[in-house]
Nanobody, 122 residues
Framework: QVQLVESGGGLVQPGGSLRLSCAASGSMFSIGRMNWYRQAPGNQRELVAGVSSGGATKYLASVKGRLTISRVNDKNTVYLQMNSLKPEDTGVYYC????????????????WGQGTQVTVSS
């Protein structure tokens, strides 16, 4: 069974920083793309940043230059460094990964973490 566990959310003032972590565990053969999504109250979930297994990154336009996604493949972990945070960054942040399980070889599946709350407020 594959599991994604996030940590690092919290309350921060505008202009502050947070670092989110997401560790994948379980019977994994390979991990492909890893992503961070967020969902604000009343809004749809949106893709904030993604990183390929080779390290290529993509970002939502509104977070470029402020948020940085990275991964450590040996630790099956993806990070989201969040700087210069704004109130509009508030939401529940979800980790997502495309994983091939050893129990279903050749089949890629999308897995989700439980979400971590980020609140940017003075």
């Amino acid at each position: 069974q594959v599991q994604l566990v996030e940590s690092g959310g919290g309350l921060v003032q505008p202009g502050g920083s947070l670092r989110l972590s997401c560790a994948a565990s379980g019977s994994m053969f390979s991990i492909g793309r890893m992503n961070w999504y967020r969902q604000a109250p009343g809004n749809q979930r949106e893709l904030v940043a993604g990183v390929s297994s080779g390290g290529a990154t993509k970002y939502l336009a509104s977070v470029k230059g402020r948020l940085t996604i990275s991964r450590v493949n040996d630790k099956n972990t993806v990070y989201l460094q969040m700087n210069s945070l704004k109130p509009e960054d508030t939401g529940v942040y979800y980790c997502n990964a495309i994983i091939t399980s050893t129990q279903a070889m050749g089949v890629e599946r999308s897995y989700w973490g439980q979400g971590t709350q980020v609140t940017v407020s003075s």
